[in-house]
């Protein structure tokens, strides 16, 4: 977990660097803000995975010695087919077609998705089908 | 198929044998529409986008019909904008991006990290409803009052505001890239948590193959541009039907405001389409080489100091616009060739002394190594203000980007002829191969050069007519015959394809690969791995099937075969 907040927080340090260069150089704000939003998506997940790292047990996928027997076991819960993701992509389908064609569209549209978000979360809590 | 170095290695699966019952899921078209298994998705992606590099190449190849000759009428001048507009738009948004990061990546990450599957397998297939669905509405603009978005791919503010692109084609556009954008942040999340979440044990994250370690940083940028982008889009919607006056002089906004937006996503995405093709060529250039990755870890700061660097980069668009931070601009878009020196050190030093197997996959690596290369050192003129100054719009900025998304294009094509026949499960014919690789590359150069001179002679992007000009006509038609040479490399990928369907049965290793997905069956099972090996280096499949090449401590019995070792690099 380590590396992977190294990661995060050292993009997240290099655009703070470069933000403040920029800033100080060129006083522009469209880009700078948009700099200092890169660095705050680095530093948030970034920061939570460094205090994280600190204080949970070192993982296998960490261990430069883990044996293949150490990982076995449930990895997670991977649904072999759903139904719900086409239902919510063509209801975004029709929510954009809105935007374009006129806003009855969104009766269709918002209806698969609304309808797409309880079946995903209901089929969710059930452990999906496998 | 002249050599399989490997055969298959037949062994008894040994433990952990839950997952081993054959899944029995539902097939046909009901299987498309409800699998969540990455591979099926990210081959949906594949067959998907090289469907939209179809589209976008006839596009190109009618625009360079149109140039051949000066004052020609094949197409309306409206109907030219429409064309270059689309050709850009379907390239970038709807090939060359998802190709990389929904296609490639989505079928070959897990697998190289040992995992079973995406992080979140219903969001992998969100992202290609919503990418499909985002392409058809794109591309639908040429059938409604008006054709299709006119405005160039970048959709520079005046010219896309309500009055000077009137129409619904302009707002399929914008729909489009919505739904596209999501799909590519949806599919971001998802790689990003699985290369966080679901390594093998043992697969440290500096054991990682670097095409992963690319996608991971690809995936990075992709979070940090594509918002950029849909907030931009979503402003851009409203100046032209809510009467805001984001992007228009008139009610106090900024113009150049779009630019900004665009471009601080539009050079992320040069990157996010670059990186994944360095990761493929990287690991085509290692296992066809028969050695090991020269400079591994300095591959992997390359990338992550492309991805550091990228977000200070993207105003080096806007030179010609007076109002940007020159100096700034300049060092920063310099800055880039460090990184991308050291990878073609790598690179180089990768094949160096190797036994290099000049495989289709592998030629294609190579001609990327050149095509990236003149790409990329036009580029560094294009960093330089004063240089930009005089080429600005003209055809060596086209020539310049077409280098490099050729490039990319070959990169593609390399990684299709590497890793198709892992999740087919069938090998493409070598021969057909070597062809498509030729005209694929000539072409590529007959078409990008003379485009170089055209520019500096003076010739504008963008214009579908030009005046009687001997040298740049000449140069055109050199161009146009270029393409041509292209178009036929597509058409012997897809003859090829025919003639090789299920034809050469590739086995499990059919190069004797380095990396994980190696180790699992063609096409891969349901869940990716009957057994994994231990992880103890960069390239487990390899330390398994060459017990004692490397120092490394093998946790496996001496079973496999051992044919000649190579002497160590």
Not at chain 1, 80 to 86: A, H, R, Y
Not at chain 2, 476 to 482: A, M, W
Request: with cysteine; charged share 10%; net charge neutral.
């Amino acid at each position: 977990m380590r590396t992977e907040a190294k990661v995060l927080l050292s993009l997240g340090t290099s655009f703070g660097v470069m933000v403040v260069v920029y800033w100080n150089w060129g006083h522009e704000n469209a880009g700078s803000v948009m700099m200092f939003s890169g660095m705050l998506l680095c530093f948030l997940p970034g920061s939570y995975f460094y205090w994280w790292s600190r204080r949970m047990k070192s993982r296998v996928e960490d261990d430069p010695q883990a044996t293949q027997t150490q990982g076995a076991g449930i990895v997670g819960a991977f649904p072999g087919t759903s139904i719900w993701p086409f239902t919510m992509g063509m209801g975004a389908f029709f929510v954009v077609l809105a935007l374009v064609f006129g806003i009855w569209l969104l009766v269709p549209g918002l209806g698969l998705m609304v309808w797409a978000l309880f079946g995903g979360t209901a089929e969710g809590r059930r452990g999906g089908k496998h | 198929m002249t050599d399989v170095l490997d055969p298959p290695i037949i062994e008894e699966p040994s433990g952990h044998e839950e997952h081993l019952e054959e899944h029995l899921g539902p097939t046909g078209i009901v299987k498309w529409i409800t699998t969540t298994d990455h591979k099926v998705i990210g081959l949906s992606y594949t067959v998907t986008a090289v469907i939209m590099m179809v589209i976008g190449g006839v596009f190109a190849e009618i625009i360079r019909a149109q140039l051949t000759s000066p004052n020609n009428t094949l197409v309306s001048l409206a109907q030219y904008n429409e064309l270059f507009t689309m050709h850009g738009s379907t390239m970038i948004y709807l090939f060359i991006g998802p190709f990389a990061f929904g296609g490639l990546a989505n079928i070959i990450v897990p697998i190289q990290i040992g995992a079973p599957d995406m992080a979140f397998p219903r969001l992998n297939a969100l992202s290609y409803w919503l990418y499909l669905m985002g392409s058809i509405t794109m591309l639908s603009g040429f059938f409604v009052a008006g054709g299709a978005a006119n405005f160039g791919w970048v959709g520079y503010a005046p010219l896309s505001n309500s009055i000077n692109s009137p129409g619904a084609g302009a707002d399929l556009w914008i729909a489009g890239l919505l739904l596209t954008g999501f799909s590519a942040i949806f599919t971001g999340v998802n790689l990003v948590a699985t290369i966080f979440y679901l390594r093998a044990p043992g697969m440290t994250m500096f054991r990682m193959p670097i095409f992963t370690w690319n996608m991971l940083v690809t995936a990075i940028l992709i979070l940090l541009a594509f918002p950029v982008l849909t907030a931009g889009l979503i402003m851009l919607y409203c100046d032209r039907h809510f009467g805001t006056h984001i992007y228009s002089v008139a009610g106090g906004g900024v113009p150049v405001l779009w630019q900004h937006v665009f471009w601080f996503w539009g050079h992320p995405e040069v990157y996010i389409i670059a990186l994944p093709f360095f990761g493929v060529v990287t690991e085509i250039l290692a296992v066809f080489s028969k050695k090991p990755v020269f400079g591994y870890k300095g591959m992997v700061f390359a990338t992550m100091t492309i991805g550091a660097l990228s977000l200070g980069v993207w105003a080096h668009h806007m030179f010609t616009t007076g109002v940007v931070l020159l100096p700034f601009f300049s060092i920063m878009s310099l800055l880039i060739a460090v990184p991308t020196g050291i990878k073609f050190f790598n690179w180089i030093g990768t094949m160096w002394r190797g036994e290099v197997w000049l495989s289709t996959a592998m030629l294609m690596s190579i001609g990327f190594l050149i095509t990236f290369l003149l790409g990329g050192l036009t580029g560094i003129y294009l960093a330089s203000p004063p240089l930009d100054f005089f080429t600005h719009d003209t055809y060596f900025v086209v020539a310049h980007f077409h280098s490099i998304v050729m490039a990319l294009m070959l990169g593609a094509m390399a990684g299709l002829y590497y890793w198709g026949p892992k999740f087919t499960g069938y090998l493409l014919n070598e021969k057909y191969g070597k062809i498509q690789f030729w005209f694929l590359f000539i072409g590529t150069q007959v078409f990008t050069l003379p485009q170089y001179l055209l520019g500096l002679r003076g010739m504008p992007r963008r214009i579908g007519v030009y005046p009687l000009h001997p040298s740049w006509q000449y140069l055109n038609q050199i161009s146009t015959v270029g393409a041509v040479l292209v178009g036929i490399s597509t058409v012997v990928f897809i003859a090829n394809v025919a003639v090789s369907w299920k034809k050469y049965p590739a086995g499990d290793n059919p190069w004797d690969g380095h990396t994980l997905e190696w180790f699992t069956t063609s096409p891969p099972p349901h869940h990716n791995f009957y057994r994994l090996p231990q992880i103890r280096s960069e390239r487990p499949t390899w330390d398994y099937n060459h017990p004692g090449h490397r120092a490394a401590e093998h946790g496996h019995g001496h079973d496999a075969d051992s044919h000649e070792e190579v002497p160590a690099p």
